[in-house]
C-alpha cells in the first residue's frame, strides 16, 4: 500500500551536518592538497589541457548528471509510464557520444583554446564570441540557480532546516572548494562524486523496488487504475513527442553549446576524447535511467507528490520506503550530483570570464596571469551570489532554461560549420543566429497562434529541422555525403505527414525550427562568399595566457593516460 500522506523519514538537523560536513569537508579537503601558492592561470581554466581517462570520464559523466537530470527524469517516469526514463536517459545518454567525433575537430584546429567562445573570435570576430559567452553566461547562472534550488528543496525535506538555509549551506559549500582551484578542484572531485553517484544508485533504487513491493506492483497498479494504456506501452508515442523527440533536439543544443562541456572537451588529453565520452556515456545513461524508474514505481503505487510538486517525488519515494541509513545514501547521492555540476557552472563562467572578457580583450602577450586567476575567483563569488538571489526570489526557471536551450539550437549549426567549412563568415553567423531567435520565440510561447499560412510556413521549417538535426548527428559519424542523403530523405519522407502534425507540438516545433532557419540563413549568406578561411590562424589566435613555467613543463614527465595529470603545467606551442 502507499504510504500514508506526510510519512516519511527525516535524518534531522544533525544528520543532515554531519552528512554534509562530511561530503563537503572532503571535497574541499581534495581541493586544497592540489592548490598551488601560485595558481596558474591556464591550469585554473583547463587543467593544462592533459587530464587523463580515469578523472576526465568521472568529471564528464558527473556533470552532465546534474540534479535537475534526476528530477525531470523521475518526472518523465511518473508523466509518461515506463518509457519516460527511457526517452529521456537514452537520448541524453547519445548526445555525450555525438560529442566526440566534433570534439576531435575542434581540438585540431585549437589544441590550446579555453572556451568555444575564444575560438569563435578566432574564427570570426566579437560579436559571434559574445553570442556565444553571454548565452552560456546566461545558462550557467540559470543552471547554478537550478541546482542550489534543488539542494535546499532536498535537505527542507529530509530535515527541519528551511529552504534558505538550505540553498546557503549548499551554494558555500561549493563555492569555497572550487574557489581554491578552480578547474583542477572541480575535475578532480568530480571523480569522487561519481563514484559515490553510481554506487548509491546501484543500492538506492533496487531498495525502493523491493520494499515498495517487488514486480507484483505492476500487476496491482495496472488493475487499480493508476496507468493508462499509453503510460504501460513501453513505445508509447506520446512519451516520444512530448519528451523524446524536444529532447533530442534540446540536448544536442547542449551538448554543442555548452561551456561546461566545451571546457572537459578542451582539458583531456586529445588522443583520449573517444574513449572518454563512450564511457561517460553509458555512466549517464545508465543512472539517469534507473533513477527514473523512482517516478515510474511512484505512477504504478498511485503515489500523489507532495505539495502537487512532481520535483518531489524523488526524495518522497526514498524517505517514504527507506531506513534511515539508505536516506542518507540517497541524500549523498543527489547532493553529489547537484555539487558535479554547480562546480563546473562557476569553473565555466571563471573561464568565459578569464579568456573571453578579460584575456582576448587586453591581448593573450599582455594577459596578467595573476590578474587573470583573480578575476576568475571573483567571478565565482559575483556568479554564487547571482545564483542565490534568483532562488530566493523564485524566478521561473523553466521559462529561463527554455530560452538558453532555444539560444543554443540557434548556434549549433553556425558553431560546427565554422569548425569545417572556410566560407562561413562573422556576418552569417551573427545574422543566422539572431533570424533564428526571432522565428523561435513566437513559436514555443505561442505569440502567433499556430493556424493558417503561419502554421504551414512553421510546420515547413519543422520539417526542414528534422533534417538538419539527423544531418548534423550523420555528419558527425560518417562525413558529409552520408549527412546530405541522411538529411534529404528525413526531409523528404516527413513532407506529406508533418504538415496539420507538428502545429500539435509546439515544444518540438520551436526547436526544430531554431535549427532549420540558422542553417538557411547561414548557408545562404555563405555559400557564395569569396572567404577562404585559413584554419591555422586559430592555433595562433588561441593558446596559453602563462607561460612563466614553460621551463618546467618541458621537463616534466608525460601522462601516460591512466592519470589526471592536475599538477602539469601547459606549454605554448
Not at 508523466?79 to 566526440?100: D, E, K
Not at 528543496?153 to 582551484?181: D, E, K, N, Q, R
Not at 504504478?300 to 534511515?324: A, E, F, H, K, R
Not at 585559413?534 to 621551463?551: L, Y
Amino acid at each position: 500500500m502507499p504510504p500514508a500522506p506526510g510519512d516519511i523519514s527525516q535524518l534531522g538537523t544533525v544528520g543532515i551536518l554531519v552528512l554534509l560536513l562530511l561530503f563537503y569537508g572532503g571535497t574541499m579537503w581534495m581541493s586544497v592538497t592540489i592548490s598551488r601558492k601560485k595558481e596558474n592561470a591556464d591550469g585554473y581554466m583547463t587543467a593544462g589541457n592533459r587530464i587523463g581517462f580515469g578523472v576526465s570520464a568521472a568529471s564528464m559523466t558527473a556533470t552532465w548528471i546534474w540534479a535537475s537530470s534526476m528530477y525531470a527524469s523521475v518526472t518523465a517516469g511518473y508523466t509518461y509510464g515506463v518509457s519516460g526514463p527511457i526517452h529521456y536517459g537514452l537520448w541524453g545518454a547519445l548526445m555525450i557520444l555525438f560529442i566526440y567525433p566534433f570534439g576531435k575537430r575542434i581540438r585540431k584546429v585549437a589544441p590550446k583554446a579555453h572556451t568555444l567562445a575564444e575560438v569563435m573570435y578566432a574564427r570570426h570576430g566579437r560579436s559571434s564570441q559574445l553570442m556565444l559567452a553571454g548565452s552560456n553566461v546566461l545558462g550557467s547562472v540559470i543552471s547554478l540557480t537550478s541546482n542550489f534550488i534543488a539542494g535546499g528543496a532536498l535537505i527542507a525535506m529530509l530535515s527541519p532546516l528551511s529552504f534558505g538555509v538550505g540553498i546557503l549551506i549548499v551554494a558555500a559549500g561549493v563555492l569555497l572548494y572550487t574557489l581554491w582551484s578552480g578547474f583542477r578542484a572541480s575535475v578532480l572531485t568530480d571523480f569522487a562524486q561519481v563514484v559515490a553517484m553510481l554506487g548509491a544508485a546501484v543500492v538506492i533504487i533496487p531498495a525502493v523496488f523491493f520494499v515498495a513491493g517487488g514486480p507484483s506492483m505492476f500487476t496491482e497498479g495496472v488493475e487499480a487504475g493508476h496507468v493508462t494504456p499509453e503510460q504501460g506501452n513501453f513505445f508509447s508515442s506520446d512519451a516520444f513527442m512530448n519528451q523524446g523527440a524536444p529532447y533530442i533536439a534540446a540536448v544536442l543544443a547542449y551538448a554543442i553549446g555548452n561551456q561546461t562541456i566545451a571546457q572537459r572537451l578542451f582539458a583531456v588529453r586529445e588522443d583520449l576524447i573517444k574513449p572518454t565520452f563512450i564511457t561517460a556515456t553509458i555512466g549517464y545513461g545508465g543512472t539517469v535511467i534507473g533513477v527514473g524508474m523512482l517516478g515510474v514505481m511512484a505512477l504504478y503505487l498511485g503515489i500523489s507528490p507532495m505539495d502537487g510538486d512532481v520535483n518531489n517525488l524523488m526524495p518522497q519515494m526514498v524517505g517514504s520506503y527507506l531506513p534511515l541509513i539508505l536516506v542518507a545514501i540517497a541524500f549523498v547521492m543527489i547532493i553529489g550530483s547537484l555539487s558535479s555540476t554547480a562546480d563546473s557552472d562557476l569553473s565555466a563562467l571563471s573561464s568565459i570570464v578569464m579568456a573571453d572578457m578579460y584575456g582576448q580583450s587586453v591581448g593573450r602577450d599582455k594577459a596578467n596571469p595573476r590578474t587573470m586567476v583573480l578575476i576568475g575567483r571573483l567571478t565565482m563569488i559575483v556568479a554564487t551570489g547571482a545564483a542565490l538571489y534568483f532562488a530566493t526570489a523564485k524566478f521561473n526557471i523553466l521559462d529561463l532554461l527554455v530560452f538558453v536551450g532555444a539560444l543554443w539550437g540557434c548556434l549549433v549549426f553556425p558553431v560546427i560549420a565554422s569548425f569545417y567549412w572556410q566560407k562561413v563568415t562573422n556576418s552569417a553567423f551573427t545574422v543566422s543566429v539572431i533570424a533564428a531567435l526571432v522565428v523561435f520565440l513566437p513559436v514555443r510561447f505561442q505569440w502567433i497562434p499556430l493556424t493558417g499560412a503561419w502554421a504551414l510556413v512553421v510546420e515547413l521549417l519543422a520539417i526542414l529541422g528534422v533534417g538538419v538535426v539527423l544531418g548534423i548527428m550523420a555528419f558527425g559519424f560518417f562525413g558529409l555525403r552520408p549527412a546530405l542523403v541522411t538529411g534529404v530523405v528525413a526531409t523528404i519522407a516527413l513532407l506529406p505527414l508533418g504538415f496539420g502534425f507538428f502545429r500539435d507540438y509546439e515544444t518540438l516545433s520551436g526547436s526544430l525550427v531554431a535549427y532549420s532557419v540558422s542553417f538557411l540563413v547561414c548557408y545562404l549568406m555563405s555559400f557564395r562568399s569569396g572567404r577562404d578561411f585559413d584554419f591555422s590562424v586559430i592555433r595562433d589566435v588561441t593558446g596559453d595566457f602563462d607561460h612563466e613555467d614553460e621551463a618546467a613543463d618541458a621537463s616534466a614527465p608525460a601522462d601516460d593516460g591512466e592519470g589526471p595529470s592536475l599538477d602539469a603545467v601547459p606549454s605554448r606551442d
